[in-house]
């Protein structure tokens, strides 16, 4: 507000922008700065007669149109995970019968993934397409196979006439499935393979060529053993370009304007891409003040913030995130459930890290049997439900723990409720929780290599 010549504060709407115009007379607007919103706005105003500037309006609708891009991804050969649009219920039960749950439920035109779903079972299905069809009926939804135990990652770029001009590649630390509002990410990518990222470069010159991109996009893949695939693609900065921006030092957002803008911009040092330094994104929630909410990571974003960190590696770098959204290091004691045998195998090595660091367990019966069959002690604490003690409620409660990583299992009601009712005591207590593997398993890993008295408050500047 500070910086424009002129701020309207108002609802963004088709109407209060055409009102606007007609008092301001524009040459054209910008719609690629705002977020969905505007992006949604871009076909209306074009078709009004408003000049869009930068990407064609009509490129941005066969982007975010799911059944246009998808058919856009196979005209180009670029891999996409296997689609179908939704006509019937029946057709979309056969699909998800013939490649198999779980698949994805994805609307068109929508924000922050508001009704996305991962469909475990065909109840499910059915349920996340209702759901799905009532949110835009005048956008078609797609229905895809949904790749388990993949990387995401994020393509944050700008484009001068359908030619990439700069880029930056981050990687989040979750597996796809958590929404990349709500996902923790690196920049650059440290666990994602030098051929990955050449596919995913030659991939997004494609997509920008074939949109004619001019101005800013992001584009979200899928990596799984070399193997990319597209997830979506929208024409307009992303939550995540502040971040790239100052990672890199380089103004993403400027460089877009002026090329929107037609205005000279000098080519970018590719040399600037190499860093000595790590950059972790971490998201802030609000569980406290949603009363009966569930403190889970989904396809659909929860989060209400985000900080940014620098550090000289990941480990520096992702506990100066976990401090930042206001959790707290634990001193002494972690309460585990670690959800099913094959989370618990890959999460062992993380819990011999925090036994060597000389923390004391607490788990539910399961992690805690499993536990002890690989030399590790745990004392046990009963579920919720069965209300025994030592409970898990009550050891929360009376703030023996400092620590709850609880991994989530899809299996009968009971056990889901118990893991819901641990989650929530935990944040409704302020006690820090953890509910992504892969989190827990770089949490672990951190805290084992760093030190807390060696981490460094350093100036933005002092990174180079």
Known sequence: YDICDKLYFDELTFERVLDICEKEKPYG???????????????????????????????????????????????????????????????????????????????????????????????????????????????????????????????????????????????????????????????????????????????????????????????????????????????????????????????????????????PVPEIDRSSFDLDYVGVKAPQFSFTRLKGSDPILGVEMASTGEVACLGDDFNEAYLKSFISVGLRIPKKNILLSTGPISSKVEFLDGTRMLDKMGFKFYATKGTADFMKQNGINAEILYWPLEEKEPNTLSYIADNKIDLVINIPKNIEKEELDNDYLIRRKAVDFNIPLITNLQLAKRFAESLYRTKLEDLKVKSWDEYN
């Open 29 to 263: 607007a910008i719609i690629s700065m705002g977020g969905q919103i505007p992006n949604n706005l871009a076909l209306p105003l074009h078709n009004y007669g408003i000049k869009i500037l930068g990407t064609s309006p009509i490129d941005i609708d066969r982007a975010e149109n799911r059944h246009n891009f998808s058919n856009l991804l196979d005209i180009l050969d670029v891999d996409q995970p296997e689609w179908k649009e939704l006509t019937s219920l029946k057709e979309a039960e056969e699909f998800a019968e013939r490649v198999g749950y779980p698949v994805l439920v994805r609307p068109s035109y929508v924000l922050s993934g508001a009704a996305m779903s991962i469909a475990l079972s065909k109840e499910e299905l059915k349920q996340y397409l209702i759901k799905a069809s009532e949110i835009n009926k005048e956008y078609p939804v797609v229905i895809s196979k949904f790749i388990t135990d993949a990387k995401e990652i994020e393509m944050d770029a700008v484009a001068k006439k359908g030619e990439l001009f700069c880029y930056a590649i981050s990687e989040h630390v979750e597996n796809a499935g958590v929404h990349s509002g709500d996902a923790t990410i690196v920049l650059p990518p440290q666990r994602t393979y030098l051929e990955t990222m050449r596919r995913i470069k030659v991939i997004t010159r494609k997509i920008a060529k074939s949109l004619k991109i001019t101005g800013p996009f992001n584009i979200q893949f899928i990596a799984k053993d070399n193997d990319v695939k597209v997830i979506e693609c929208n024409l307009r900065a992303s939550r995540s370009f502040p971040f790239v921006s100052k990672v890199l030092k380089l103004n993403f957002i400027d460089i877009a304007t002026k090329i929107i803008m037609a205005k």
